[in-house]
């Protein structure tokens, strides 16, 4: 099999997952969503991630041209950590529809502590 068709396969295969991952709402309506909250850390987006990968048992894990995206709940949060020459970005979108997972004062402390 040559290298472009294994890239194909795997673009598929990735693209296919995060299509699974998905249910009530979609990825590009979350990206589009403004953000709650918006903050630089001094923090590896690595550590921030395992943190809250710890307190969010429900967060799927992606990877995404050098960012990390957690998606927490029914796909009620979406996290993105992108790394900076000081440490890392977090932004947190909310879906416009609540799942009744993880309510916004629990997302708040969680992202605030995993980012300190």
């Not at 009530?24 to 809250?52: H, M, N």
């Not at 709940?73 to 993105?80: C, I, P, R």
């Not at 947190?92 to 799942?99: H, I, R």
């Amino acid at each position: 099999m040559t290298l472009h068709r294994v890239f194909v396969v795997l673009a598929f295969a990735s693209a296919a997952g995060a299509l699974a991952a998905c249910s009530s709402t979609s990825g590009p309506e979350l990206r589009a969503s403004k953000p709650v909250i918006y903050v630089s850390s001094a923090r590896a987006a690595s550590d921030i991630s395992s943190c809250l990968q710890r307190r969010l048992p429900s967060a799927q894990v992606m990877r995404d041209q050098g960012s990390t995206e957690l998606l927490v709940g029914s796909n009620a949060w979406l996290v993105t950590l992108t790394p900076s020459g000081y440490g890392s970005i977090v932004k947190v979108q909310q879906s416009a529809s609540d799942d009744g997972g993880v309510p916004e004062p629990e997302m708040r402390f969680d992202v605030a502590r995993c980012a300190v």
